[in-house]
């Protein structure tokens, strides 16, 4: 595989694009909701750039619930989440369902603060007959929008579980092994009509990861892989959603915690293997719109069987901390450093970003990215060893 087929399976895997002008609209329902019954109310997004965007919306919504007289917090589900392209000068929509609570009466509005401060009003009404069952009660484009063909089908149900996990990117540096690629993505294990989802309303978060890294000799005789990490792993996710808006204060965005194996599908005494069980939080200082920084400590614990590389917590330690400085629309610096047990040995990884579009000629963005790498085990099957590299190429997820 040569380094043009390579770069051509990266981009076909994750193209990602930042939303950046993009108008949200809330749209309610026509009907009398009834107390205690579900609504089903749809967030529009409108693109009047001349680009198509990709927009993230989040699997849940916190909203207000209010009337002249008292408010009531309610949690709006998403009936799909991840990213949605928004084609130029159009318009997506997703669609979220809230209880009423069930001593709500009248006219009552909904706020949203978040992606974008919004709001739709709805009316309340106790059912004629006291015993039917409330009934649900849609707003007009979930309703009035015509049917999918199969292929969107699949794409809710399979495709659009889909998202980006950790950084993808090519690199490529001048000392062997000159090559160092990343790909990865996560897939959203429950729909949400999951029955599963509704009884433990967390199970929603749940994902399966796989991330695949690999230091490549490409200017050695047949151009051999040295060493590859295959990391699957299964997670459970919360995510506070984006408020752009929002002060610059200190704040927790959301955590991972799950279970990772890592190994190298190497045989004898090349073979390294390592399983762990990990939380990982989200802290930001700074506007989220504007320049901050993002603080994300890794806490990891070693699980099962070390006999391909026992000592492997004297190079890795217990803890991985990254912090990144950057905004979305401008260029980014990210810190990732390791110290092994005994603060004697360790790692530190620079990543500086560059945003860049090729509008006229490929109708593209991604990034340029400059890696620094110092430390021990930049590979798993040299875990124990230093080495210190820099390379250039381009991130299409930093």
Known sequence: MNIIRLAGLLLALIAVAHAQNVVVNLLAPVEAASPGGEVRVDLVVLNPTPTEVVFETPLTLSGTLSSERRSWKVELRGQAGGGALVAARGFSYRSFIFTVP?????????????????????????????????????????TSLPGQPAASVIQRTFAGRFSPHE???????????????????????????????????????????FTQRSLWDIDAQSSPFYDSSYMPELMLESQSVVDSGGDGGFKLLGYQAGVRHESNGQQGVDSRSVNIAYVRPVFSVGRLDGWNLLVIPRVFGYIADLKDNPDIAAYR??????????????????????????????????????????????????????????????????????????????????
């Open 102 to 142: 069930a001593d709500a009466r009248g006219r009552l509005v909904l706020d949203l603060d978040r992606p974008q401060p919004v709001r739709a009003l709805i009316e309340v009404k106790a059912a004629a007959d006291p015993g039917r069952e409330p009934q649900l009660v849609s707003a007009p484009l979930s």
């Open 167 to 209: 950084p993808v990117y090519f690199i490529y540096g001048p000392d062997a092994p000159g090559a160092k690629f990343q790909f990865s993505f996560k897939y959203r294990v429950l729909g949400e009509k999951a029955g599963l989802g509704k009884t433990l309303p967390a199970l929603r978060g749940l994902y399966a990861g």
């Open 317 to 398: 330690g217990h803890v991985e901390l990254t912090a990144i400085l950057g905004r979305n629309d401008r260029a980014a610096l990210a810190l990732t450093g390791r110290i092994g047990n005994g603060f004697h040995k360790g790692s530190l990884q620079a990543d500086l970003t560059f945003p860049v579009k090729f509008d006229r000629m490929f109708d593209f963005a991604t990034y340029v990215l400059i890696q620094y790498w110092n430390g021990y085990g930049e590979s798993l099957r040299d875990y124990n060893k230093q080495t210190s590299k820099v390379r250039a190429g381009f991130s299409l997820v930093r």
